[in-house]
């Protein structure tokens, strides 16, 4: 009988645990599930339509944490912050870098400008990267990439699954790529400047050929100044919309669309659906450029 038993248990397949990772933010997430597929539980510490500016970890997402084997951080500032609070709680978590070989740019590095037309000085506060690499099909071509190598490495046994399905990922991030170059080429020039509440989108910009300005100073609600200088910028852009997310305030941004006459409409880059996001900040940019 005992070895009728011993036999009858080594027929049985033996099937891992899936490998759990926490990422910070819901794109990440996103991401992270799509190259994982069912080898991959995915923590996302920051929930949906929570500002990570001001975000403070629940006992529960700390003890989500716990059970982690692997942090993907994107090595921000911002996630700096957080990591040691993280690493209390879990202190065999793996670090893995998601930004190795991203090409950084200086946090709020497209904002709107005074009347004379210069940039406001920068101080030290602005030296900080800017985190929203994720708003850039460019840049997540390179952290897919990154998470893929990662999984190989952390989980050998699975690397043909997380190859095929990064070529898939790949593949449409670089439609995702060419249409939004083919779209943009189409635009007038003075229909490539947008504004935002929040700089979410440099890397977009900055990718793709755009102009984001921005409603938030450094960090802040703006003055009357600033409102009045980014009323002055906007109207010699022929800028028609300013967008809006729901982690901040739409006051400072209500009052700059009056001025424009232009339309307030949503957009959140803290989206899980990344690229559904990009697509849509983009129509409404297209659709509005003929105004």
């Known amino acids: 009988m005992r070895l009728f038993l011993l036999a009858l248990c080594l027929a049985i397949p033996v099937f891992a645990a899936p490998l759990t990772v926490a990422v910070s933010l819901q794109p990440y997430g996103h991401l992270v599930s799509e190259i994982g597929g069912d080898q991959v539980q995915v923590v996302t510490l920051l929930p949906p339509g929570a500002d990570p500016h001001t975000f403070e970890p629940k006992p529960q997402t700390l003890k989500e944490f716990t059970k982690a084997s692997v942090y993907f951080s994107d090595g921000s500032g911002m996630d700096a912050a957080w990591l040691p609070r993280f690493k209390g709680v879990n202190k065999n978590v793996q670090i893995v870098s998601l930004s190795k070989d991203i090409q950084w740019m200086e946090e709020d590095e497209h904002h709107h400008h005074d009347e004379h037309g210069e940039d406001h000085e920068e101080d030290e506060d602005h030296e900080e990267l ?121 006051r400072a941004a209500a009052t700059i669309a009056k001025e424009l006459n232009a339309i307030i409409l949503d957009t959140d880059p803290l989206s899980y659906d990344y690229e559904k996001n990009i697509r849509a900040l983009l129509s409404a940019i297209d659709r509005n450029s003929k105004n």
């Open 130 to 250: 800017d985190p929203h690499l994720w708003t850039s099909p460019l840049q997540m071509m390179q952290i897919a990439k990154n998470v893929c190598d990662a999984l190989i490495e952390l989980d050998s046994s699975n690397a043909v699954t997380y190859i095929e399905r990064t070529v898939n990922l790949m593949e449409r991030l670089k439609k995702l790529d060419v249409d939004l170059r083919t779209s943009i080429e189409k635009l007038p020039k003075q229909a490539r400047t947008f504004i935002v509440f929040h700089p979410s989108y440099g890397y977009f910009a900055r990718d793709y050929g755009m102009t984001q300005l921005t409603v938030e100073v450094d960090g802040k609600e703006p003055k009357p100044r600033d409102l009045f200088n980014l009323a002055k910028t906007g109207k010699a852009n022929n800028v028609h919309i300013v967008f809006v997310q729901p982690q901040f305030s739409k």
